[in-house]
């Protein structure tokens, strides 16, 4: 079932449940949250399933990942990070790249600018043009967040090996439900 979200929070409230690092990167970049990261951040920070509707550029991938980016950094700065997926991404191939760029890749390269350390939260893209080394590599030492379509999903658990990388699996985003929810594809 689900409930709507009446309740929005405010930029200290947010503030409050994220890394000092990530809190420092967020403030620096923009001015304030959006709608979706007000009602939507601290539900995910507590493990709450979600599900944000808002327009077009109104800060929902981001959303999606500022807490688990913040919770990965508290992590790895204890050095505690595991050999485990922790996070899988889902996406169409067409929307992967850029969104990974601004909403994944920067953040955590800013974020490291002011630890003014490698974090080593690692991050890796799984599409059927995937090679055999780069399979075998992400088998080896497993990406931190996955970042994948829905059909190599189906694929990766299905794969024995894999799935044993998958058993401490704390996220899984789903963006773009509608090009998913929008065709008569099935998926698992
Ligand atoms: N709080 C914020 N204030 C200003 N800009 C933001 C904020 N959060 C994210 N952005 C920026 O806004 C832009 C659009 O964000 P994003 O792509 O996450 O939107 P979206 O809701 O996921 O859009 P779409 O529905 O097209 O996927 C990005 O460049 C992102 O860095
Ligand atoms: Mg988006």
Redesign the pocket.
């Known amino acids: 079932m689900i409930e709507k979200q009446e309740k929005s929070y405010t930029d200290k409230e947010i503030y409050r449940v994220l890394h000092p690092w990530v809190k420092k990167w967020f403030s620096g970049k923009?001015?304030?949250?959006?709608e979706?990261?007000r009602y939507a951040i601290m539900d995910i920070h507590t493990g709450e399933n979600v599900l944000v509707s808002?327009p077009?550029?109104?800060?929902?991938?981001?959303t999606a990942f500022l807490s688990i980016i913040s919770e990965l950094t508290t992590l790895a700065e204890k050095q505690e990070l595991d050999d485990n997926v922790y996070c899988i991404y889902i996406s169409p191939l067409k929307a992967l790249d850029n969104?990974i760029e601004?909403?994944l890749e920067e953040p955590l390269k800013e974020i490291e600018a002011i630890a003014g350390m490698e974090l080593g939260i690692r991050k890796a893209v799984r599409t059927g043009d995937t090679t055999q080394y780069q399979r075998s590599k992400m088998l080896k030492t497993p990406p931190h967040i996955i970042i994948t379509t829905p059909e190599t999903l189906s694929i990766l658990l299905c794969a024995p090996k894999f799935r044993e990388k998958l058993s401490n699996l704390k996220y899984l985003i789903v963006d773009?439900i509608h090009s998913l929810a929008d065709n008569k594809r099935e998926y698992i």
């Open positions: 923009f001015e304030t949250f959006s979706a990261q808002s077009t550029g109104s800060g929902k991938t981001l969104d601004k909403n773009e």
